[in-house]
Structures are given as structure tokens and as C-alpha cells.
């Protein structure tokens, strides 16, 4: 109650030692712009709202058109 996505990851990222340069984050919706503004290494699904897509480093494709494996490609993850 209170937190948001950005939230969480700061402190899973404190948890785990991990640094954010080897974070990513995928999102779409109002709730994800916090998050995406966060992470250095965002991606907008294609089919997210314009707010995220704005802040995000990435877009991919829509969410129901393999964005996510999409995505993955474009950021070198797979």
C-alpha cells in the first residue's frame, strides 16, 4: 500500500546488490511511467499509453504482436 513499481525495484536492487545499469524494466500503462523513468534501460510496449512511451530509452511492438520477444531483441537480451 503507498508503493509503486519504482519503488520495488529500488529496493530489490538494495537487497540484491544489483546495479541499476543491469536493471530493465517493460511496461505500458500510467501505473508503469514511474517505473520507466526510473530504469535506464525501459521499453514501451507498442501498444502502452503515450505517457510511457515518452519517457521510455525503447519502444516495441504491441504486446499481442510478439512486443515483448520484440523488445528482448532490440535490447539484446536475446
Known amino acids: 500500500k503507498g508503493g509503486s513499481k519504482a519503488e520495488g525495484i529500488k529496493k530489490l536492487v538494495d537487497i540484491m546488490n544489483i546495479d541499476m545499469n543491469d536493471v530493465y524494466?517493460?511496461?505500458d500503462g500510467?501505473?508503469?511511467v514511474e517505473m520507466l523513468e526510473?530504469?535506464?534501460n525501459s521499453v514501451a510496449m507498442g501498444?502502452?499509453?503515450e505517457a510511457a512511451k515518452a519517457v521510455s530509452k525503447y519502444q516495441t511492438g504491441h504486446v499481442d504482436d510478439?512486443?515483448?520477444y520484440e523488445g528482448l531483441k532490440k535490447i539484446?537480451?536475446?
Open 76 to 78: 539484446g537480451l536475446v
Open 30 to 32: 500510467p501505473n508503469d
Open 25 to 27: 524494466a517493460f511496461g
Open 38 to 40: 526510473l530504469v535506464e
Open 47 to 49: 501498444n502502452g499509453v
Open 66 to 68: 510478439n512486443g515483448l
